[in-house]
């Protein structure tokens, strides 16, 4: 069998000595030059040694902030989830991506968080989400905020 280092990534060679074909006139074997083609994850894409993987999260996980089970490599880890966070915020785990070749450590595990919008209200529920969405005020919402103020200011007056 070949050893495959951990770590190897695409397109990567390993050489074998004196597995290639016989030398001439007698001489000892060549090396066989094994080029590696790795299959891609489901879950995962990798980024030199760095992985990254989305985490779909509910609104009110993000908004109330929890405690969440993120895939790694090697098992489940728990995370923990700020009140406030925001799609598109990265979760650092360090340590948590491929280990590195001919040297010591291991590359990170990023983790995109993004908010899956719930579908097929019923009634009700639509219901709920209007009155919610009343109580709340402008003040809650920073970025939207921000957007209208400077769009205010580049074009006097709101479009």
Request: proline share 6%; aromatic share 6%; glycine share 14%.
């Amino acid at each position: 069998g070949i050893n495959i280092p951990a770590g190897i990534d695409e397109g990567q060679v390993i050489s074998i000595r004196g597995k290639g074909n016989a030398g001439t006139n007698g001489g000892p074997s060549g090396d066989l030059q094994v080029q590696v083609s790795v299959r891609p994850h489901p879950l995962f894409e990798r980024r030199g040694y760095d992985i990254w993987c989305e985490l779909p999260l509910t609104f009110a996980q993000m908004a109330l902030g929890a405690e969440v089970s993120v895939p790694t490599l090697d098992g489940n880890v728990t995370q923990t989830i700020k009140e406030g966070t925001q799609p598109g915020e990265v979760l650092r785990l360090k340590g948590k991506g491929f280990p590195y070749l001919q040297g010591r450590g291991c590359g990170d595990l990023l983790v995109q968080l993004t908010v899956e919008i719930p579908r097929n209200l019923n009634a009700e529920q639509k219901k709920a989400l209007r009155e919610f969405e009343q109580a709340l005020g402008e003040k809650n919402y920073q970025k939207r905020q921000s957007f209208f103020d400077v769009l205010k200011k580049a074009f006097g007056g709101e479009r």
